[in-house]
């Protein structure tokens, strides 16, 4: 026996992925005017791969900054608008008119009832000569049913009997004078005093006519200017309304309308964005590994998706728009589709590669980042390469039937003939113990629980030997105990007897250490 290295391996089979893997496309759907790559060309970032005829997004783009101007003017025309500033010239104007409107009714009623005062002085003065004269009338004509009021009509004017009593009726204004002769007045005084009376009678009337004249002129102006007044505060009173509303209304009317800039704004950027991506752009350095379209077809928007596998930016190989092979919604097996699958373009690094491998739930249980790999090839047979384990996947996946995790595995170095997609084996080394005392999986014999290996007894024969076993290895299984380094053991016989050969018996066998 001596000492050595107990290690296990669990096994998969997956596929070569790029360390990155991209789906290319355009963000809309239109005809592709021109492609600038093929199959196999390296690209560097930033390099045009394709574009897309942009005549429908042009337009689409002068439409929106055509709004965007209108609204731009809109707002200009309310932010500079001469609005509020006409409505207080307005009000300014509305209040003068009314100012002028009550100065000019106070100066017409102020010469209304100035022309009533003179009036009625004048009906005074009139009414005291009427008086006078009608007394006079009275006392020199006899007269003693002359009224007091002006309006009636005299006596005299329509004739009277005399006071001879003979019945016959005079028009002469003097008849009525003609009794005097007895009371001892002179027919000459009544003529007179009846001319001074009919002359102060007129003028009374005269006199009253005026005043009602005036009167009423200051009572229709009083209603006229009224109205005037009232129409000019109306006036006012709208122009400040006007004012108010157009006043408060300025702030949010700009904040409304600017809101419609922002909004075109906004519209402009994404009809420019729209014309921008009908050119496609490397976003990384890599190899075209996939086309999916020719100059003259109409492209659909986007270039799918990629299932990434855990931990890297590579896509899982046969899975989604990544895969160059799909799997079956009916089975577990691989069909073959067109390469890219709904990839308009795909991109690839393939400077540096991962093998992505679904491992059953049992090995996934031993499968940790960090861990060392040892990759093979089917298609490349002389072709061994060392990885390490970059990550697993949290979540399984159901591949015929059975739970699987996938786990990437980063490839410490390449090799020309490498390909994406390729086949590889691994095989991940989930324990390892160095320098520990071993003996070889072949020579262990197992009975009823218990851990034996055969040793040479004193005739040198073959006893079974029992100790006690650590890890158990690929190859080699640890000892822990019942075993001495340097012990020779030996190999068991074809056929094992059923029960353990007791001390000192055995069957023979070939030795080892």
């Known amino acids: 026996m001596e000492r050595g290295t107990v290690s296990t391996e669990v096994s998969a089979s997956g596929a070569l992925a790029a360390v ?29 791969l394709a574009r897309q005829d942009p005549f429908s997004f042009q337009q689409l783009l002068a439409q929106q900054q055509a709004q965007l101007a209108n609204q731009q003017a809109i707002l200009d025309r309310i932010v500079h608008g001469t609005t509020v500033e006409g409505d207080r010239r307005t009000l300014d104007q509305a209040k003068k008119i009314l100012d002028a409107n009550q100065g000019q009714r106070d100066a017409v009623l102020d010469r209304d009832r100035n022309a009533v005062d003179r009036a009625e002085q004048q009906l005074g003065i009139a009414h005291r000569q009427f008086e006078t004269q009608r007394r006079t009338y009275m006392q020199n004509c006899d007269k003693e049913d002359v009224s007091d009021d002006p309006m009636a009509a005299d006596p005299a004017d329509t004739g009277s009997t005399g006071s001879t009593g003979s019945g016959t009726s ?8 003609t009794g005097g002769v007895a009371n001892g007045m002179g027919l000459t005084q ?12 007129s003028a009374y009337v005269t006199a009253q006519t005026s005043y009602d004249t005036a009167k009423h002129q200051l009572d229709v102006d009083d209603a006229q200017y009224k109205i005037n007044v009232e129409t000019a505060r109306q006036s006012v009173v709208s122009a400040q ?33 729209d014309v921008d991506n009908t050119v496609l752009y490397a976003p990384v350095g ?3 590994s996939a086309i999916n379209g020719a100059v003259g077809e109409w492209l659909n928007a986007g270039g799918g998706t990629t299932a990434l596998a855990p931990g890297t930016d590579a896509g899982i190989p046969g899975v989604g728009a990544a895969a160059t092979s799909d799997q079956s919604s009916a089975s577990s097996a691989l069909s073959a589709t067109r390469p890219g699958g ?18 059953e739930e049992s090995d996934a249980a031993r499968v940790a980042p960090n861990q060392k790999v040892r990759v093979t090839f089917d298609a490349i047979p002389d072709l061994e390469r060392d990885g390490t384990v970059l990550s697993v996947a949290p979540g399984g996946v159901n591949i015929s039937g059975v739970t699987n995790y996938y786990a990437t595995i980063l490839l410490t170095n390449t090799d020309p003939r490498l390909r994406s997609g390729l086949t590889a084996e691994t095989g ?16 262990i014999i197992r009975q009823g629980g218990r851990t034996f290996v055969n040793t040479p007894g004193p005739d040198g024969k073959p006893v079974q030997t029992q100790f006690q076993p650590g890890l158990v290895g690929d190859d080699n299984t640890q000892v822990l105990s019942g075993l001495r380094e340097g012990q020779e053991i030996q190999l068991p016989q074809a056929t094992v007897s059923g029960s353990p050969t007791p001390p000192g018996g055995g069957g023979g066998g070939g030795g080892g250490r």
């Open 20 to 48: 990155t893997s991209q789906n290319m496309g355009f963000a809309k759907a239109a005809q592709l005017k021109e492609l600038d790559v093929k199959v196999g060309d390296t690209v560097r970032p930033g390099q045009v």
């Open 170 to 177: 005079s028009t002469n204004p003097l008849g009525a004078l």
């Open 190 to 201: 009544c003529p007179n005093a009846r001319s001074a009376f009919l002359s102060a009678k």
């Open 241 to 273: 309304n006007a004012l108010d509303s157009d006043r408060s209304d300025r702030g949010p009317n700009i904040d409304a309308q600017a809101a419609l800039v922002a909004n075109g704004r906004a519209l402009v950027a994404t009809a420019q964005r």
């Open 286 to 288: 890599g190899t075209v």
């Open 342 to 359: 709904s990839a308009f373009i795909v991109l690839n690094n393939i400077d540096t590669y991962q093998v992505v491998v679904p491992f």
């Open 428 to 443: 991940v080394l989930v324990n390892s113990l160095d320098n520990v005392l071993v003996v070889p999986n072949s020579a």
